[in-house]
């Protein structure tokens, strides 16, 4: 990953990052096409976004897309791009599911930065593996802090937020979906979502865009909707995540805080 272009951001309009996105044509359930691909392009440069790291789906029950192949499908994409002259730049990545042989794939493996100081991961929809806990201690000690896939949508964390908090505390961190920020999700899961933002369980936001159709990026309302919660809110995202695609540590998270058990749905 050559992090001079997240780095190079002056005379760019569009330099906002987005870490979690399925724009990659055909190999996971967000494009189908290149076409589509292309279109997604096209609207994440209209909201402002210069770079996006391509996550497909890895090791869940429907898709397996290998570190190589994806870094083949990257360089064909951003061809595609440069060709079209879209200015949007791509890099490799995965959302990868969790399951407890996880460290030992590690070479399979592709994180957000270049180095994989920092890697994808989704928890299944409805739970929250018992091994996460160690799996993620497993990681820490190869200097890997996993990053955990929209929380606001995983049923167990909804019924106990003081889950997300515990892996947070322990030094993982959390990227919020910018659809359940402005609503897209339904009023709970917005109400959750802030609730998320202000008590620091969250520190990124990203599209996790599979489609223009009902699943499209809303990174920039989202944005507008964490300066409408404080205005501090809005920098503090966009530098983690810039932080965080050239594999540097954090420099100004919210502190952590546990929320009241379904204090959101009072």
């Not at 083949?72 to 407890?100: C, K, M, S, W």
């Not at 890997?144 to 997300?164: F, G, M, Q, Y």
């Amino acid at each position: 990953m050559d992090t001079d272009k997240a780095t190079t951001t002056a005379t760019r309009k569009n330099s906002l990052v987005d870490l979690h996105c399925h724009i990659l044509p055909g190999i996971d359930d967000g494009s189908k096409s290149l076409a589509d691909s292309l279109a997604l392009a096209r609207a994440a440069v209209s909201e402002g976004i210069g770079y996006i790291v391509a996550t497909p789906h890895h090791l869940d029950r429907h898709f397996v897309n290998h570190s190589a192949d994806v870094r083949r499908a990257v360089v064909a994409f951003q061809h595609e791009l440069d060709q079209a002259q879209i200015p949007l730049t791509i890099y490799p990545g995965q959302e990868v599911h969790l399951n407890g042989d996880l460290a030992k794939r590690l070479p399979d493996l592709i994180g957000l930065d270049a180095n994989m100081n920092y890697l994808l991961v989704e928890f299944p929809h409805e739970e929250v593996p018992q091994y996460a806990e160690e799996l993620f201690f497993e990681l820490s000690c190869q200097n890997i802090t996993p990053i955990i896939a929209h929380p606001e949508r995983n049923a167990r964390i909804i019924k106990d937020p003081s889950l997300l908090y515990e892996f947070i505390n322990n030094g993982a961190l959390a990227q919020l979906t910018a659809t359940s920020l402005v609503g897209g999700f339904g009023r709970k899961t917005k109400k959750f979502s802030e609730e998320l933002i202000t008590h620091g369980l969250v520190q990124i936001i990203a599209s996790d865009a599979h489609m223009l159709k009902n699943r499209q990026f809303a990174l920039r309302d989202a944005y507008f909707a964490l300066d409408d919660l404080d205005r501090s809110y809005g920098p503090i995202f966009y530098q983690n995540s810039r932080h965080i695609i050239n594999g540097e540590p954090l420099n100004h998270p919210i502190a952590a805080a546990p929320i009241e058990k379904h204090h959101f749905f009072k």
